[in-house]
């Protein structure tokens, strides 16, 4: 079965926020209608956003790491939102896993919010409807776009190439192969969501140059000596080798 | 947790509702058995059960002014099958349904009709009503105490907190009530409630103590995945607020909060018991009012506690702005 995921690259996200712009931008051009943005260039500005990028300063100065950590809906397996919506406004597609909110049958009662550990579904304050991240589930099956363009807006946007998406269950895509081979994780494993989204963790950036590296150096293990040549009334296969 | 005013009157009103029905409805089954003398006023059942609708009625409707569309209530019921507020939905009409029929039924004087002979219908609809007023404290609660990552309200002391707060405020009422219409039911309706709002208090008490000792789950090491003891928040992502910010944060001090908690404990507990025996002592039936409005007021403040004190596990990606 599928199970369509981002999967985000903390060592090379820069915290640029391309994502979420153009998260915004695309989706508060659709069909679903606008995304409230209140002030935007004003004192208090507020408004609904599927995709955050925020910042976390690990480790104690000097030796800090700064941590861009872009979050947006988690598309979990198991999600705790569905369940408990009453309406069944809030759901989880079988055909691909993309969990999504039915705009016309939400009553706005904020109980998946709630139920949300994640903290990733944001009320609409204009239409008073719950709203979500959809994966771009009206572009990813857009057949009027080029193929290469079937991708969520935040991907398509990404400078560093930190967003990639896919199948999480097909063991051959990238996104899989990118959780396998560099360590991807789940957010909050203690809640049993299984979330399909994952992140890659930083890693370590230092080159070690070692002398041999820059000069080559002759036999460096030290392992085979020279044979011994053989007597001149010995045999031998090209008069240099021994037996 | 914001603790939204709609929540707060809905839980409270439907809670009073429901203990005004109890109360009543054990006052007929003690009288049907013969154990205590039963109203001498006719009106006692129907105006009790009209009394308890009336609540029921303000709580529900107190409950749309929660909804971004109220318009699409009626769809809430669909998902009975797994979501306790759906069920809640459905629960409560059928509850107020039966209330409503079951003051009907008193009041058309059907305790003992030549339709049904040797039947008493109002006891009939009375149990049916009672099942329903518990499994609607059940639904109440279980909204909360579903809620497996709010440690707080994960806990079955949450669904026998409502239902005993429910039925003591609820015979506070029906105390006070009867002083006005039946004061010969007052002392030993007096006497239940004095007992449920004892019991609430130890229920109560022992939330209390099991949430000052919680050990949370949830880190901000789980919540991105960084195993570093030292991690803090320099950014959330945008400069002002949004519906995360608002939705999960009471926005008070913490010395708020406590006094919020102090006060509860004395007013839910403590004063209404005292204008409760004063109430009898003198007695005053102004007194037994006055205990109830200032118990349901307590209640108030120990909703906002509740929602208050719930931590929820997004709170820590939303710690500072930038």
Redesign the interface.
Same mark, same amino acid.
């Given at each position: 079965m599928t199970q369509l995921a981002l999967v985000i690259d903390l060592n090379v996200c820069v915290g640029c926020?391309a994502c979420?712009t153009s998260c915004k931008e695309w989706n508060t051009s659709g069909a679903a209608g606008v995304l409230s943005d209140d002030?935007p260039y004003g004192r208090? #500005? *507020? $408004?609904?956003?599927f995709n955050?990028?925020?910042?976390?300063?690990?480790?104690?100065y000097p030796n800090t790491q700064?941590?861009h950590?872009p979050?947006s809906c988690l598309h979990c397996e198991d999600p705790?939102c569905?369940?408990?919506? #009453? *309406? $069944?406004?809030s759901y989880k597609r079988a055909a691909d896993g993309i969990v999504l909110v039915d705009y016309d049958?939400?009553?706005?009662?904020?109980?998946c919010?709630?139920?949300?550990?994640?903290?990733v579904?944001?009320?609409d304050?204009h239409?008073?409807?719950m709203k979500k991240c959809t994966l771009c589930v009206d572009r990813i099956y857009d057949e009027l776009l080029p193929a290469a363009d079937r991708r969520p807006a935040c991907v398509m946007a990404c400078p560093t190439n930190a967003r990639l998406f896919g199948d999480v269950h097909d063991p051959a895509s990238e996104v899989s192969q990118a959780i396998r081979e560099r360590a991807g994780?789940?957010?909050?494993?203690?809640?049993g969501t299984s979330p399909a989204n994952h992140?890659l963790?930083?890693r370590r950036a230092e080159v070690k140059v070692r002398a041999e590296d820059l000069a080559r150096v002759d036999n460096p293990l030290k392992v085979d000596g020279k044979l011994p040549r053989p007597r001149p009334d010995e045999p031998a296969l090209d008069d240099v080798t021994s037996w | 947790m914001w603790p939204a005013l709609s929540v707060l009157l809905l839980t409270t009103l439907l809670g009073v509702g429901q203990g005004l029905f109890f109360a009543v409805y054990c006052v007929q089954v003690l009288e049907r058995f013969a154990l205590r003398a039963g109203p001498q006023d006719a009106r006692f059942y129907p105006l009790a059960a009209a009394l308890a609708l009336a609540f029921l009625a303000a709580g529900l409707a107190a409950s749309f002014f929660h909804l971004g569309r109220p318009e699409r209530a009626w769809r809430a019921a669909a998902m009975w099958r797994t979501s306790w507020l759906a069920r809640e939905v459905i629960a409560l009409p059928a509850f107020m349904g039966c209330v409503a029929l079951y003051g009907l039924a008193h009041w058309l004087g059907w305790r003992a009709h030549e339709v049904l002979p040797g039947v008493d219908v109002t006891l009939a609809l009375g149990a049916a009503a009672t099942l329903l007023c518990f499994a609607l404290f059940v639904c109440t609660g279980m909204i909360y105490a579903c809620l497996k990552f709010l440690p707080e309200w994960h806990t079955p002391l949450t669904v026998l907190n409502y239902a005993l707060f429910g039925c003591a405020s609820g015979l506070m009422l029906a105390t006070a009530y009867a002083a006005f219409l039946e004061p010969g039911l007052v002392r030993y309706l007096a006497g239940w409630t004095a007992g449920f709002t004892l019991v609430a208090l130890l229920s109560r008490g022992a939330a209390l103590v099991r949430n000052a000792r919680l050990k949370r789950r949830s880190t901000l090491q789980t919540a991105i995945g960084v195993k570093h003891p030292r991690i803090r928040q320099t950014a959330q992502g945008f400069m002002g607020g949004s519906f995360n910010t608002r939705e999960f944060f009471h926005g008070r001090s913490d010395a708020a909060v406590r006094s919020v908690k102090w006060a509860f404990l004395l007013l839910v507990f403590p004063a209404p018991l005292a204008l409760l025996a004063a109430g009898l002592a003198t007695p005053s039936a102004g007194l037994l009012a006055a205990a109830f409005v200032v118990q349901y007021l307590g209640l108030l403040a120990e909703r906002w506690f509740f929602f208050a004190q719930a931590d929820h596990p997004q709170n820590l990606y939303y710690q500072r702005i930038s």
């Open positions: 926020h979420v002030n208090d #500005p *507020t $408004g609904t956003f955050r990028v925020q910042t976390f300063e690990v480790g104690e700064t941590v950590f979050k705790p569905v369940p408990v919506c #009453p *309406t $069944g406004a049958k939400c009553i706005g009662c904020k109980y919010a709630w139920a949300c550990p994640y903290g579904r944001e009320l304050a239409e008073k409807v994780y789940a957010l909050m494993p203690e809640w992140y963790p930083r | -």
